[in-house]
């Protein structure tokens, strides 16, 4: 198995049942001020996944992150209007020697998320 990022993600329209390409995400990395910075940005893919975010090695530290997802485009283009152009997920990264899966469930009115694997 390759070497991944040590944190991923997915995104999938769960109005029509098949995942979300090119949206852009970026990973941010909470300050002790309060804070976020950048650590990277990428796109999800034709399955919408992106898992080249980072390289799979130095790991994270442990602490508080959160992922952005731009989906404002992605309903625009298909002509739909969402409530949810943009979607933040914060989540606290507790043990840096695993891996961190963000699967985004989207609809034009909700989303939902959890820790996938």
């Given amino acids: 198995m390759a070497a991944r990022s040590p944190v991923t993600c ?3 329209d769960s109005t029509l ?5 090119g ?3 970026a990973l941010m990395k909470a300050e002790s001020n309060g804070n976020f910075t950048s650590l990277a940005e990428g796109a999800t893919d034709q ?3 992106c898992s080249t975010l980072l390289p799979s090695s130095p790991r994270l530290e442990a602490g508080f992150y959160k992922m952005i997802f731009r989906t404002g485009d992605y309903f625009a283009a298909a002509g739909r209007e969402t409530f949810y152009p943009v979607v933040e997920i914060n989540f606290h990264l507790a043990k840096p020697e695993e891996h961190y899966h963000i699967p985004l469930l ?5 989303y939902t998320t959890y820790r996938g694997s």
């Fill in 10 to 12: 997915h995104v999938l």
């Fill in 17 to 21: 049942g098949r995942p979300v390409s």
């Fill in 23 to 25: 949206v852009p995400v």
């Fill in 47 to 49: 399955d919408g996944r």
């Fill in 106 to 110: 989207l609809s034009p009115w909700s």
